[in-house]
Every structure is written in structure tokens, then in C-alpha cells.
């Protein structure tokens, strides 16, 4: 009977001890992270942007991470270098995806950097690559007679424009589009950043 308040004792100690090794002493460590040079927080327009790349759930399609030269080519499809953690800075959630049915958007804004591009896209993803099964988003524009001051008219080739009129991209298309826009990690990655190569996003999409 009187072992068991020292074995209590070194149990609670080890069980301390682990806790503080394991999950305080990491915790604190990954809780330091300043953001990179070259990064910078989102515009307000960017984060209600993001806030619609949220709540598309445009992740389940697409990954926002770059992999390792030793895990898949990514490098070579022009997606960038390898992500590392300080590159999520100013990002909650983080959108790092599960799949990739499409191609990998962190580094979008720096290969593709027209606005004009992403909204045709946005609007009818097959006015651009005519085998993309990307889901169209016309709800996020509008079909007007004639473009208003301060419109934005989206470009679209014939057989995909209406009969009449023109269309106009609301606001949400361009918050989405500047979000977009803004996904550029091709600064050099801090030498202290954690490198984001865990996880294996299944479906690479060229």
C-alpha cells in the first residue's frame, strides 16, 4: 500500500516530463515563426477572396504545396520550390488540400498573372482548355445588356460569350481573382522554415 504514492509520484513526474518534451516545448517552438521577407499579409480584398476559395471548397480539387524534388516533380511543372511553414504565415485556415485533381496553386499568382486570364477561367474554365473538367462558376458574374462605368467585362471567344450583351464579373469573382493573384511564394524560402513534406496530396494533376 505505502509503494503506491511514490510510484504515483514518478508516474505523474514521467507523464509531466513527456508532456513538456512532446507537446509544450514543439508548441512553443512553432509558435515563434516571423513571416518570410518576402511575404506580405493579404489586402482586404484578397482575404475576402479568400474567404470565397473557403467556402468553394476549392481544396478538394486543389493543393497548396509544393513538393520535394524526391517526392514528385513539382519543381519541373513550373509549380515552384518545396513549401515550408512559414509560407502559411497569414493563413487560417490553411488551404493545403487533400487531392489533386487540379494543378497545385500556391505560386497561380507568379505563372499566370493576368486578371483578365483567371475571370474567363473562373467563368467557363473550358473557353481556355477545352478538356478541363474544372466546374464553371457563372454565379459569380452577370449577364448585363452593356458594361455600366466601373464594370469589369470578361473576355470570352465566341461560342462561349452570350447571344447578347456582355458579361460582368461581380464582386466575389474579383475578390476571388485578386486572392488568387496573390498566391506567390517564389521569394527564397527562410533558412529556418519547416519544411511542409508530410503529407502526400494523391491525384497530381500536370
Known amino acids: 500500500m505505502n509503494n503506491y504514492l ?3 509520484i514518478i508516474s505523474l513526474g514521467i507523464l509531466a516530463f513527456a508532456t513538456l518534451m512532446l507537446v509544450i516545448a514543439p508548441g512553443i517552438e ?9 511575404l506580405r499579409p ?4 484578397e482575404q475576402r477572396g479568400r474567404d470565397v476559395y473557403v467556402s468553394m471548397g476549392c481544396l478538394y480539387c486543389h493543393s497548396q504545396q509544393p513538393r520535394a524534388p524526391e517526392q514528385a516533380p513539382d519543381g519541373e511543372r513550373g509549380w515552384g520550390r518545396p513549401s515550408v511553414s512559414a509560407d502559411y504565415f497569414y ?14 496553386l500556391l505560386n497561380v499568382g507568379a505563372r499566370l498573372p493576368s486578371e483578365s486570364w483567371h475571370l474567363t477561367h473562373l467563368y467557363q474554365p473550358r473557353a481556355i482548355f477545352d478538356w478541363s473538367i474544372m466546374p464553371a462558376y457563372p454565379f459569380l458574374f452577370e ?19 452570350p447571344a447578347e450583351g456582355v458579361v460582368v464579373a461581380s ?13 506567390d511564394r517564389t521569394y527564397p524560402a527562410p ?6 513534406d508530410g503529407y502526400r496530396p494523391r491525384g497530381d494533376a500536370e
Do not use: C, N, W
Not at 493579404?42 to 480584398?45: D, G, K, L, R, S
Open 6 to 8: 511514490p510510484l504515483s
Open 30 to 38: 512553432m509558435a515563434r515563426p516571423e513571416p518570410p521577407a518576402g
Open 42 to 45: 493579404y489586402t482586404a480584398e
Open 91 to 104: 493563413d487560417s485556415p490553411h488551404q493545403l488540400g487533400t487531392m489533386r485533381t487540379g494543378p497545385d
Open 143 to 161: 449577364v448585363k445588356a452593356k458594361a455600366e462605368e466601373g464594370d469589369v467585362v470578361v473576355a470570352l471567344p465566341p461560342g462561349f460569350a
Open 171 to 183: 464582386q466575389e469573382a474579383l475578390d476571388l481573382t485578386a486572392y488568387l493573384l496573390s498566391l
Open 191 to 196: 533558412e529556418d522554415g519547416i519544411r511542409d
